[in-house]
């Protein structure tokens, strides 16, 4: 059935309510269906698409309504009702985290059981069998993902009992073979302690109670232990279902256990993410249980994380999936951060280090001798760069004072730019007796009558402008620019100028339109008027604690349009660790392949996601430092609170 038709015969679905409720003039059902679910618009005042979605986590990039007609429903999956108009309000009911109650039952009980995978460990991904597609992707073995859970399902009905990872692979392709011990290798490098658990086993250790873990797994006990050892649990048993041909899920495994442990029911308490096999079936044996989150739901049940679960259900690719496993650690990893630390962490860091990542391989692609980072964007990019990837690269790079206004000191001269609205209000800050007027043809006569002044005193900028630049290039033949975002090119039209005699390569993250000087995007397309705002927020998280350049003196210092403050300095060092913290633990597990980082276009929804989420709290945070420091073009006047009620609004 066609899927518009589908949103349209729902009982869930009202047109005119969604009309209404949303302001769609056209098809409201095509809306809903392509757009709407997306942004979180509910298709009636009865089916809640954000609680859908988090509590069946296990679909991503399906429209939740027509999931739930086609298949949920059939499943004894529920429809949501929203409880509230109020876009900040969270209606889902989640399984909370109740540390005390955990510590009260444990004190009264003899022995204190772990669920393994989710409970004790997690894995650097969502969803636990994306490992198999990481094993596709890295052994470069398509199919094999599909094919590994094939195996298990046959293996399973076929045998008619609990399996083991030997029977798995028996009813594999003979070609797939091979990923067994490299599965079970990358299950004991990828596991790792869950930060909401360790306090719970933790607890139980102080209190001398015996804890064990009971886990319905294919993985034999030898290699559950060492996973268990690695992430740092010593457990005093373990029991594998695999092993004993018996499972939680039955209740079984649940039974033999107490028996092995010589205890009663009433003196075991349970803890595991699953709700049938950790919990139901644990009650059901008679011992006490609590059902876990999962980190993932746990995280994004909060305000301030909510932007990622948007974000997931637009991205279910690999990396994506990297992305936010890392992200919801961070978050549940005890650190009282700073605001624009965890931003740092959640978005200057995975744009920062993808994006040099890009830069590095050009260059040593093309050959550049020097890279020029160029002033504000470039000062944090230059950091990272030289701490992980100049070893690597080999690629020596300097810090240019090529911001635009620096450029426009000496337009004058060098007729780079002949807007005299651009160059006045910076020679105004050298000439105080010239006036900037409201029109530009008024500022072009300015210009005129004051042409043989600003003449001078710009050759004199401009010449200090070249003595800088070609002491830093120290004469190196091939340079390429470094910088964030562009459309017109301008510090690498500066630096062709200044430095004639060197071939000018120009690296950006994105370009607002096209040129036919040589250069090199990291992204895949030509940007718009939709990526104006996210593009705002990547130039205030990548830049420097410097205020505005507007020019080089005769040493070869920048000058500064005002002094920088101290909350200037302490904003910087604030991102800078959130995304050193982001790239040290993107390191643990993924450091020698980059092809897991985000592209662009991925950012942009990640920084959409953010923008249209992020609460009123986190916009009076940003007022206080973008309105008053990054003005936006076009924007007079408006704050970042309307621009981003704007964007929300009308997608710009």
């Known amino acids: 059935m066609n899927p518009k038709s589908v949103i349209e015969r729902s009982p869930y679905f009202d047109e005119q309510w969604y009309r209404e409720k949303y302001g769609i003039e056209k098809d409201a059902a095509k809306h809903y269906l392509n757009e709407g679910w997306l942004n979180n618009c509910n298709p009636s005042a009865r089916f809640s698409t954000r609680d859908y979605l988090i509590n069946n986590p296990d679909i991503h990039g399906i429209n939740p309504l027509l999931h739930f007609e086609l298949y949920g429903k059939n499943e004894g999956r529920r429809a949501y009702v ?364 300015e210009l005129r009558k004051h042409r043989k002044q600003i003449d001078e005193w710009s050759f004199q900028q401009s010449g200090n402008l070249r003595k800088h630049l070609e002491s830093i290039s120290e004469g190196y033949g091939k340079l390429a620019t470094v910088d964030m975002f562009s459309g017109n090119y301008t510090s690498q039209k500066g630096a062709a100028y200044y430095l004639q005699d060197s071939q000018i390569t120009g690296f950006y993250a994105g370009n607002f339109a096209d040129s036919a000087m040589k250069h090199e995007s990291f992204a895949e397309r030509l940007l718009g008027m939709r990526d104006n705002l996210p593009v705002k927020m990547s130039e205030f998280l990548i830049s420097s604690f410097e205020s505005p350049i507007i020019g080089v003196d005769e040493e070869g210092n920048a000058i500064y349009e005002y002094p920088a403050v101290q909350k200037q300095f302490e904003r910087y060092e604030q991102i800078m660790k959130g995304m050193e913290l982001y790239i040290r633990d993107f390191g643990r597990f993924f450091k020698e392949n980059k092809e897991w980082l985000l592209t662009l276009e991925e950012w942009l929804d990640l920084s959409d996601a953010f923008l249209k989420e992020c609460s009123d709290d986190d916009i009076e945070k940003l007022c206080e430092v973008i309105d008053s420091e990054n003005p936006v073009s076009g924007s007079k006047d408006r704050t970042i609170a309307e621009l981003i009620a704007s964007y929300r609004e009308f997608g710009y």
């Open 82 to 445: 929203p409880v509230s108009d109020d876009r900040n309000s969270y209606s889902a009911k989640q399984i909370g985290i109740d540390y005390d109650a955990y510590y009260k039952k444990i004190e009264e009980m003899k022995v204190v059981s772990f669920d393994v995978f989710d409970t004790l460990v997690i894995r650097p991904f969502v969803q636990a069998d994306e490992l198999f597609l990481y094993l596709e992707k890295e052994y470069d073995l398509p199919g094999f993902s599909q094919a590994r859970k094939k195996a298990e399902q046959d293996c399973r009905k076929q045998l008619n009992k609990e399996v083991n990872i030997d029977e798995i692979y028996d009813f594999i392709d003979e070609r797939y073979r091979k990923l067994k011990e490299e599965e079970i290798r990358l299950e004991i490098s990828f596991c790792h302690e869950n930060p909401l658990i360790r306090r719970v086993f933790d607890r139980a250790r102080e209190l001398n109670r015996r804890v064990i873990a009971v886990s319905d797994m294919y993985l034999p006990k030898a290699v559950v232990q060492e996973i268990l050892k690695n992430a740092g649990y010593e457990m005093d048993e373990i029991y594998v279902s695999c092993d004993h041909g018996a499972t939680k899920g039955s209740g079984e495994l649940f039974r033999l256990v107490y028996k092995l442990e010589d205890c009663r029911p009433e003196e075991f308490v349970h803890f595991g993410d699953n709700y049938i096999s950790d919990y139901s079936e644990a009650i059901n044996s008679g011992s006490a249980a609590f059902q876990t989150p999962k980190i993932f739901d746990h995280v994004i049940s909060k305000d301030a994380y909510r932007f990622l679960l948007s974000y997931y259900h637009r991205h279910d690719d690999l990396p994506s999936s990297i992305y936010l496993a890392q992200a919801c650690e961070h978050a549940e990893s005890g650190n009282d951060e700073e605001f624009f630390t965890k931003l740092g962490y959640l978005l200057g860091g995975p744009l920062a280090y993808a994006y040099l990542n890009f830069v590095s391989e050009k260059a040593s692609e093309l050959g550049v001798q020097k890279l020029l980072f160029v002033s504000r964007d470039g000062y944090s990019l230059k950091e990272i760069y030289e701490k992980h990837f100049y070893e690597k690269t080999g690629i020596p790079c300097a810090y240019a004072y090529l911001s635009r206004a620096a450029i426009f000191v000496g337009a004058s001269e060098n007729r780079l730019c002949n807007d005299a609205s651009k160059i006045l209000p910076i020679a105004k800050l050298y000439l105080p007796d010239l006036e900037v007027h409201e029109t530009g043809e008024e500022n072009e006569a």
